[in-house]
């Protein structure tokens, strides 16, 4: 059975068992985000980052701290990182959806 690898030119492939450990990694941190969430009445979001005073069992507090350990800082610098995470946003940043059908409503609307 071949072993899957994510090819990082020209650096070296990251194996199976590294992918493993970085989203091991990350689901820990956002697990600790959600446990401080739910105890502090605050939005329950997947979250990149985590408030002052609060670390994750890992000792991390940040995807990009992670990442950095994990696979090292020149590949961050080469744009391996947190960026390439989908709706993962720092615990105070969050987006907010925008629905494009929504019209503005005004009084003359309720008359």
């Known amino acids: 059975m071949r072993s899957l690898h994510l090819a990082v030119w020209p650096i070296r492939p990251l194996s199976n068992t ?7 990694l990350m689901q820990q941190l ?6 401080y969430a739910s105890q502090n009445g605050k939005p329950l979001v997947i979250s990149s980052t985590l408030p002052a005073g609060v670390t994750a069992p890992n000792g991390y507090t ?4 992670i990442f950095t350990a994990v696979i090292g800082s020149s590949l961050v610098q080469q744009g391996f990182g947190v960026d390439l995470i989908d709706d993962a946003y720092p615990y105070n940043l969050q987006p907010v959806s925008a629905d494009a059908n929504t019209i503005q409503l005004t009084a003359r609307h309720f008359r």
Do not use: G, I, R
């Not at 590294?18 to 091991?24: A, G, Q, R, Y």
């Not at 940040?62 to 701290?65: A, G, T, V, Y």
């Open 18 to 24: 590294v992918l493993t450990n970085l989203t091991s």
């Open 30 to 35: 956002s697990a600790a985000y959600l446990q």
């Open 62 to 65: 940040s995807f990009k701290d």
